[in-house]
C-alpha cells in the first residue's frame, strides 16, 4: 500500500476540528484516510462533517468505518422508532439540529447512503482499524457488532491480537487529551466534542495532528 496511513478518531459533528485537521495533514491521493466512526451526534454539525467526509473520498482513499451511533442514527431512518428517544438523549438532538428537521425523516438520503456503504473493521499489513473493541484469539469477520461498535475499553482491554497487527480504535473517549497507547492498541479517541481534541495518527511513522471543536490546532 502506498502513501501514509492515517486514521482520524471520533468526530462527532466537529466539522471545524476535521478541517483543520485535513488542512495540517494535507492528504494526497495515495494516501489511506481511515474514519474510526461516530460522525453522528452531540458535536454541532453532523450534517456538515458527512458532506465533507464524502468530499474527501473523491479526493483521497477514504475507508469509512461505522460507529455505534452512527449505526443507531441509520437504525432510526430505517424504521427503528423504537431507539428514537435514546438516540436523541444521547446526542441525537444535536444530529437533527445540524439538518434543521425535527424529524429522521430530513436527514439527507445521501448521508444515509454513506453510512450504510462503512464498514466494520479494516486490515492492512501492520495494522488493523474497529470503532469499538476486538477480542485478541479472534479473527475481525467473526467478531460481533456489540464488540465491534459498543463495547467499551472500560469493560475489557484485549491483549495483543493473534495476527500480531496493532490495533487502532475509538469509541472510549481519553478525557486526558491524550493517545492511550498499549503498545498492541491505540485508543484515539481525544473526546473532541467535550473539552478534548480530535486527533489524526499515521499509524507508521507515529507523527499525531489534535485541533480542538474550535478548529484550533494543538501545537
Given at each position: 500500500?502506498?502513501?501514509?496511513?492515517?486514521?482520524?478518531?471520533?468526530?462527532?459533528?466537529?466539522?471545524?476540528?476535521?478541517?483543520?485537521?485535513?488542512?495540517?495533514?494535507?492528504?494526497?491521493?495515495?494516501?489511506?484516510?481511515?474514519?474510526?466512526?461516530?460522525?453522528?451526534?452531540?458535536?454541532?454539525?453532523?450534517?456538515?462533517?458527512?458532506?465533507?467526509?464524502?468530499?474527501?473520498?473523491?479526493?483521497?482513499?477514504?475507508?469509512?468505518?461505522?460507529?455505534?451511533?452512527?449505526?443507531?442514527m441509520l437504525s432510526i431512518c430505517r424504521g427503528r422508532l423504537d431507539l428514537l428517544g435514546d438516540w436523541l438523549?444521547?446526542?441525537?438532538?444535536?444530529?437533527?439540529?445540524?439538518?434543521?428537521?425535527?424529524?429522521?425523516?430530513?436527514?439527507?438520503?445521501?448521508?444515509?447512503?454513506?453510512?450504510?456503504?462503512?464498514?466494520?473493521?479494516?486490515?492492512?499489513?501492520?495494522?488493523?482499524?474497529?470503532?469499538?473493541?476486538?477480542?485478541?484469539?479472534?479473527?475481525?469477520?467473526?467478531?460481533?457488532?456489540?464488540?465491534?461498535?459498543?463495547?467499551?475499553?472500560?469493560?475489557?482491554?484485549?491483549g495483543p491480537h493473534f495476527s500480531r497487527k496493532t490495533a487502532i480504535v475509538g469509541h472510549t473517549a481519553q478525557?486526558?487529551?491524550?493517545?492511550?497507547?498499549?503498545?498492541?492498541?491505540?485508543?484515539?479517541?481525544?473526546?473532541?466534542?467535550?473539552?478534548?481534541?480530535?486527533?489524526?495518527?499515521?499509524?507508521?511513522?507515529?507523527?499525531?495532528?489534535?485541533?480542538?471543536?474550535?478548529?484550533?490546532?494543538?501545537?
Amino acid at each position: 500500500m502506498s502513501g501514509r496511513i492515517i486514521a482520524i478518531g471520533d468526530i462527532h459533528g466537529c466539522l471545524a476540528a476535521l478541517e483543520t485537521l485535513l488542512s495540517a495533514i494535507v492528504p494526497r491521493s495515495d494516501d489511506t484516510i481511515v474514519a474510526l466512526g461516530d460522525y453522528a451526534d452531540r458535536g454541532p454539525n453532523v450534517s456538515g462533517v458527512l458532506e465533507r467526509l464524502i468530499a474527501l473520498d473523491k479526493q483521497t482513499r477514504l475507508v469509512p468505518l461505522l460507529g455505534n451511533h452512527d449505526e443507531t442514527m441509520l437504525s432510526i431512518c430505517r424504521g427503528r422508532l423504537d431507539l428514537l428517544g435514546d438516540w436523541l438523549m444521547f446526542g441525537g438532538n444535536a444530529t437533527l439540529a445540524s439538518y434543521a428537521t425535527h424529524s429522521p425523516a430530513g436527514i439527507w438520503p445521501t448521508h444515509l447512503e454513506f453510512l450504510a456503504r462503512c464498514l466494520l473493521a479494516f486490515e492492512t499489513e501492520r495494522h488493523f482499524f474497529v470503532h469499538a473493541n476486538y477480542r485478541a484469539d479472534t479473527p475481525l469477520d467473526r467478531l460481533s457488532r456489540e464488540v465491534l461498535l459498543w463495547e467499551s475499553l472500560k469493560r475489557h482491554v484485549p491483549g495483543p491480537h493473534f495476527s500480531r497487527k496493532t490495533a487502532i480504535v475509538g469509541h472510549t473517549a481519553q478525557k486526558s487529551g491524550k493517545i492511550l497507547d498499549l503498545g498492541h492498541l491505540k485508543c484515539i479517541d481525544t473526546w473532541c466534542y467535550g473539552d478534548g481534541w480530535l486527533t489524526a495518527l499515521d499509524v507508521e511513522s507515529g507523527r499525531c495532528w489534535q485541533a480542538d471543536k474550535q478548529g484550533v490546532l494543538r501545537q
